[in-house]
Nanobody
Framework: QVQLVESGGGLVQPGGSLRLSCAAS????????MAWYRQAPGKQREFVAA?????????ADSVRGRFTISRDNAKNTVTVYLQMNNLKPEDTAVYYC????????WGQGTMVTVSS
């Protein structure tokens, strides 16, 4: 089983930046793709960004050019980052990481609030 722990959320003003982290541990050797998702209040969870092993990164149209997904591989863990720049109020959501497609139980997520 894979365990996911997200962190790095917080309150930021419009135009600000945050970097989210996702620590993935457990049976990570067979993960080919990891992604960030988000769920805004009253809305369904949606795809934000992803990378695939040996393939390109992909982004939702709403975040392309502002968000960057990256990763760090260690022996028994993978850390996936989401650098978020030029944040907008509509980016307010709980952010989750998971495999792509989603196969692992959701973690607790990390809340991002963009407000002045």
């Amino acid at each position: 089983q894979v365990q996911l722990v997200e962190s790095g959320g917080g309150l930021v003003q419009p135009g600000g930046s945050l970097r989210l982290s996702c620590a993935a541990s457990g049976r990570i050797f067979n993960i080919n793709a990891m992604a960030w998702y988000r769920q805004a209040p009253g809305k369904q969870r949606e795809f934000v960004a992803a990378f695939t092993r040996g393939g390109p990164t992909t982004y939702a149209d709403s975040v392309r050019g502002r968000f960057t997904i990256s990763r760090d591989n260690a022996k028994n863990t993978v850390t996936v980052y989401l650098q978020m720049n030029n944040l907008k109020p509509e980016d307010t959501a709980v952010y989750y990481c998971n495999t792509l497609p989603q196969k692992v139980p959701w973690g607790q997520g990390t809340m991002v609030t963009v407000s002045s």
